[in-house]
């Protein structure tokens, strides 16, 4: 605090510095790193906990073909369907943000969004950041289960894919990771507008289940009708954005889509990931201003 | 100190670090009727009206300036914080802080203010607060050399820096308060808004925040805007007291012109050989409270310089002492006495709206 140098404190300490923003982000991450890894019980708990619903749908699936003499179901055999559901587990893995929504609408309910107004400082980056922190820990704990199941259940699978569609189920694990984030960061900022969002997350939710593949494999919808001529539901639930966090990657490693197809819905993804980012900017935007009118 | 532009809209030197004029702030309220068949008619129609947080405040504050802002509960003074840290934009008027606009949130202005609420954290809960700070250093880009120094010169300060190291959600209300003051200047902001900030402490650690914050501001020439409830708050850190009821200025100048302004009387405390007979101390003034040998007067000061003489030609009195009026009594009696321009009885209704 000597004299010299609160002469010019705002010019020494913005000094440009290349990349400052980036190395802020970084920052940001580590220090969420550090968070999260507080709270390894609570994750090693909550790790576990997510296989059991897979374990009833595999013996639902049992059952299913038991009682049926086909020897496969809209093109899924009795492999191919404990296969999908692991695969969704992983996708699932990438794509869902548990308390992102929630957290977001309660930071504007009990005002601690205000930090993020006063200070230089990104929200949604923050949040991004928060939420890859968030992630690498769950895989760090989550690594081994996973791959013990997998090792299990080796037998269910076809045999594995090549690098390139690997290379591209990698992509898609990714952008299925940046639709959830932006989606589910869009749904929290409507706390800007409404008091309570919990209905409206689970409104969400319950579309998302149903709709992402989670429930059962898209491509079984391709025999429903829509009442437009030529177009069946799995092509309407194709152009929507719910399916990405779920089912695609699971079909793109099954080889369920291949080739031109392939290539199209990976653009459809990463169009829905723009879309997102851009709503969740606009949300964020307005909200705050109208935060800020009515009050804080 | 500049004390010289005080309570005007601007000043045209363009020294002034805040200025402010006929800045207003207006909120919508909805009204709910008590009972459920209202709460049923409130899904249709709800009534609302306009509170007004803020009337139209001018004022300017010059670089280096300890302003406290003081005002009973909804007066308003939160909501000029909010207003000049840029969380939240006026109906009405004009404000700029370091040149800036400040719910324009341009980064340039948010690396150069620091604010503090009371209640607020920005320290993270689980971690120590040394890493908060850490992330404060990428937040507001402090070099590295710089940060050290700073960060070192202000725990040392208050004396917090094996607290540093530990979770934050392991100290007490006034470590997390101190840590949260040294939060705030890390990037050695040339503004600090602080909103009630020994709210809840006690004595030792609000003499320590005083003690910090009076050699911070001097050192450094920080222009620091206080909200408090604490006289002691006051009497300790501010040249300049801007009283601010149902959202209009009341009066804007030093702590003493407060004193001067609106103390009739002075308390006089007797020490006396033996309880006095009553009625006794009547001529001299009002007996506020007499116990054993001891009694308390308050005294018209206009009189105060006839009466202490006699008090000490009448006998049995072993010592006496003269104090002003506790600057609570002051300060109450000032909330207490303000006109409200809302309510329907007063001739002010209206005015700003």
């Known amino acids: 605090m000597s004299h010299s140098t609160s002469a010019a404190p705002s010019s020494s300490t913005t000094i440009g510095r290349p990349f400052a923003g980036l190395r802020t982000w970084f920052t940001m991450l580590a220090i969420c790193l550090e968070e999260r890894l507080v709270y390894r019980g609570d994750f090693i708990i909550g790790t576990l906990m997510r296989f059991l619903p897979i374990v009833t749908q595999v013996f639902l699936w049992t059952a299913v073909f038991n009682a049926t003499?086909?020897?496969?179901?809209?093109?899924?055999s009795r492999n191919d369907i404990v296969a999908y559901?692991?695969?969704?587990?992983?996708?699932?893995?990438?794509?869902?943000?548990?308390?992102?929504?929630?957290?977001?609408?309660?930071?504007?309910?009990?005002?601690?969004?205000?930090?993020?107004?006063?200070?230089?400082?990104?929200?949604?980056?923050?949040?991004l950041a928060a939420r890859i922190a968030h992630k690498v820990v769950y895989y760090l704990v989550a690594f081994l289960p996973f791959a013990g199941v997998f090792y299990v259940c080796r037998s269910y699978f076809?045999?594995?894919?090549?690098?390139?569609?690997?290379?591209?189920?990698?992509?898609?694990?990714?952008?299925?990771?940046?639709?959830?984030?932006?989606?589910?960061?869009?749904?929290?900022?409507?706390?800007?507008?409404?008091?309570?969002?919990?209905?409206?997350?689970?409104?969400?939710?319950?579309?998302?289940?149903?709709?992402?593949?989670?429930?059962?494999?898209?491509?079984?919808?391709?025999?429903?009708?829509?009442?437009?001529?030529?177009?069946?539901a799995?092509?309407?639930?194709?152009?929507?954005p719910f399916e990405y966090t779920a089912y695609f990657p699971a079909a793109v490693w099954l080889g369920k889509v291949q080739g031109a197809t392939l290539v199209r819905d990976l653009a459809i993804e990463a169009a829905w990931v723009v879309v997102m980012a851009v709503a969740c900017r606009i949300a964020w935007w307005r909200g705050t201003r109208r935060y800020s009118a009515f009050g804080g | 100190m500049h004390n010289s532009n005080r309570g005007g809209p601007a000043d045209p030197g363009g020294a002034a670090v805040i200025s402010v004029?006929?800045?207003?702030?207006?909120?919508?309220?909805?009204?709910?009727?008590?009972?459920?068949?209202?709460?049923?008619?409130?899904?249709?129609?709800?009534?609302?009206?306009?509170?007004?947080?803020?009337?139209?405040?001018?004022?300017?504050?010059?670089?280096?300036?300890?302003?406290?802002?003081?005002?009973?509960?909804?007066?308003?003074?939160?909501?000029?914080?909010?207003?000049?840290?840029?969380?939240?934009?006026?109906?009405?008027?004009?404000?700029?802080?370091?040149?800036?606009?400040p719910w324009e949130r341009a980064d340039d202005f948010r690396r150069r203010f620091a604010l503090v609420m009371g209640q607020r954290n920005q320290l993270w809960w689980d971690l120590p607060a040394a890493?908060?700070?850490?992330?404060?250093?990428?937040?507001?880009?402090?070099?590295?050399?710089?940060?050290?120094?700073?960060?070192?010169?202000?725990?040392?300060?208050?004396?917090?820096?094996?607290?540093?190291?530990?979770?934050?959600?392991?100290?007490?209300?006034?470590?997390?308060?101190?840590?949260?003051?040294?939060?705030?200047l890390l990037h050695e902001p040339e503004v600090l808004?602080?909103?009630?900030?020994?709210?809840?402490?006690?004595?030792?650690?609000?003499?320590?925040?005083?003690t910090f914050l009076k050699a911070v501001q001097a050192e450094r020439r920080v222009t620091v805007v206080l909200t408090t409830h604490y006289m002691k708050d006051v009497a300790a850190l501010c040249e300049r007291v801007v009283v601010i009821t149902h959202g209009s200025i009341l009066h804007d100048g030093p702590l003493e012109e407060i004193v001067d302004r609106f103390t009739t009387h002075k308390i006089v405390t007797l020490d006396l050989d033996a309880t006095p007979a009553a009625g006794r101390l009547e001529r001299f003034g009002f007996p506020c409270e007499i116990r054993g040998p001891r009694a308390t007067l308050r005294i018209d000061r206009t009189r105060i310089a006839d009466v202490l003489p006699e008090i000490l030609r009448s006998e049995g009195v072993r010592d006496i002492s003269v104090e002003d009026v506790p600057l609570e009594e002051i300060v109450a009696e000032l909330f207490r006495a303000a006109p409200n321009p809302?309510?329907?009885?007063?001739?002010?209704?209206g005015a700003t709206a």
């Open chain 1, 234 to 240: 799995a092509d309407l639930v194709r152009w929507l």
């Open chain 2, 21 to 101: 004029d006929s800045l207003a702030k207006e909120y919508r309220v909805y009204d709910k009727p008590e009972g459920l068949l209202a709460s049923v008619t409130g899904l249709f129609h709800r009534t609302s009206r306009l509170v007004e947080a803020l009337r139209g405040v001018s004022l300017s504050v010059g670089k280096g300036e300890f302003v406290a802002l003081l005002g009973p509960n909804g007066a308003g003074k939160t909501t000029f914080l909010k207003l000049l840290s840029g969380i939240i934009t006026p109906s009405r008027g004009t404000a700029r802080v370091l040149g800036h606009v």
């Open chain 1, 85 to 127: 559901y692991l695969l969704t587990m992983v996708t699932r893995a990438f794509s869902s943000m548990p308390g992102l929504s929630g957290g977001i609408a309660r930071s504007v309910r009990d005002g601690s969004v205000k930090k993020y107004l006063v200070q230089p400082v990104d929200y949604v980056g923050y949040l």
């Open chain 1, 158 to 232: 076809p045999p594995i894919p090549d690098v390139g569609t690997i290379a591209l189920y990698v992509l898609s694990l990714v952008l299925s990771f940046l639709l959830g984030f932006f989606m589910e960061a869009t749904l929290g900022m409507l706390g800007f507008w409404f008091l309570e969002v919990s209905s409206i997350i689970f409104a969400y939710m319950l579309v998302q289940y149903l709709l992402s593949g989670h429930m059962f494999p898209i491509d079984m919808l391709v025999g429903i009708p829509t009442g437009i001529p030529g177009v069946s």
């Open chain 2, 193 to 210: 808004f602080l909103d009630e900030p020994t709210i809840g402490l006690d004595v030792v650690a609000q003499h320590t925040i005083h």
């Open chain 2, 131 to 184: 890493e908060s700070f850490r992330l404060h250093k990428e937040i507001y880009r402090i070099d590295s050399a710089r940060f050290d120094r700073t960060r070192d010169e202000l725990v040392d300060l208050l004396g917090v820096r094996k607290l540093m190291l530990q979770p934050v959600r392991e100290l007490s209300l006034g470590e997390r308060m101190k840590l949260e003051l040294v939060a705030a």
């Open chain 2, 342 to 349: 809302s309510s329907p009885n007063s001739s002010a209704a």
């Open chain 1, 69 to 76: 003499s086909r020897a496969d179901i809209a093109g899924y």
